[in-house]
């Protein structure tokens, strides 16, 4: 069980509005950045967003990233089908210890 | 354009060493951190450890007994060993690019299967 807890699972239609939360503690999401990785079936992870809500180079504008204490929330607007994938949400934790979430498995209907 | 891949032995016997070795090529590995992680078959991330190019290490509290992550500048690579494998360390592992001031990877090689099996 991860220490960043995710829905297993989530679902959409093509334009839909969704958000994946992800759930961590003081010494994990509430004091460091949280970072968001997008996986599709079959290859490594790309990172989506960073510090909380930074978009790398070459992400859409579509996916947004927030923190709220000790939860974070990744937002994808106007859904798409290849939005289908795997979501992590990733952060440090002052015990020296990198986490992930268990991973968000996103369908598109 | 930086890329990462790795290479090792795909199938390591029980009790054995897990080595793996990432080489980065389009850039320099001076100047940044850079990670190992590791994903079971159908399951989720892990990370465990990195090592920053002069040589510091901070490795996974869980793991840490059985870690060695080391590097090499003059050949742009660094390393992983894994001793005391059970199949619970069968996964794919990944050698990523960390950021240097936020906890984040940016870049991936595409990661290579390594079961433990007799």
């Known amino acids: 069980q991860s220490v960043l807890t995710q829905p297993p699972s989530m679902s959409g239609t093509p334009g839909q509005w969704v958000t994946i939360s992800c759930s961590g503690s003081?010494?994990?999401?509430?004091?460091?950045?949280v970072n968001w990785y997008q996986q599709l079936p079959g290859t490594a992870p790309k990172l989506l967003i960073y510090g909380n809500n930074q978009r790398p180079s070459g992400v859409p504008d579509r996916f947004s990233g927030s923190k709220s204490g000790t939860s974070a929330s990744l937002a994808i607007s106007g859904l798409q089908s290849e939005d289908e994938a795997d979501y992590y949400c990733?952060?440090?934790?002052?015990?020296?210890?990198?986490?992930f979430g268990g991973g968000t498995k996103l369908t598109v209907l | 354009q930086v890329q990462l891949q790795e290479s090792g032995p795909g199938l390591v016997r029980p009790s054995g060493t897990l080595s793996l070795t990432c080489t980065v090529s389009?850039?320099?590995?001076?100047?940044?951190?850079w990670s190992w992680i590791r994903q079971p078959p159908g399951k989720g991330l892990e990370w465990i450890g990195y090592i920053h190019y002069s040589g510091s290490t901070t490795y996974k509290p869980s793991l840490k007994s059985r870690i060695i992550i080391s590097v090499d500048t003059s050949k742009n690579q660094f390393s992983l060993r894994l001793s005391s494998v059970t199949a619970a360390d069968t996964a794919v592992y990944y050698c990523?690019?960390?950021?240097?001031?936020?906890?984040?990877?940016?870049?991936w090689g595409q990661g290579t299967l390594v079961t433990v099996s007799s």
């Open positions: 003081s010494s994990n999401i509430g004091t460091n950045t």
């Open positions: 990523v690019r960390q950021g240097v001031q936020v906890w984040m990877f940016d870049y």
């Open positions: 990733a952060a440090w934790d002052d015990n020296l210890n990198g986490l």
């Open positions: 389009g850039g320099s590995i001076n100047n940044y951190y």
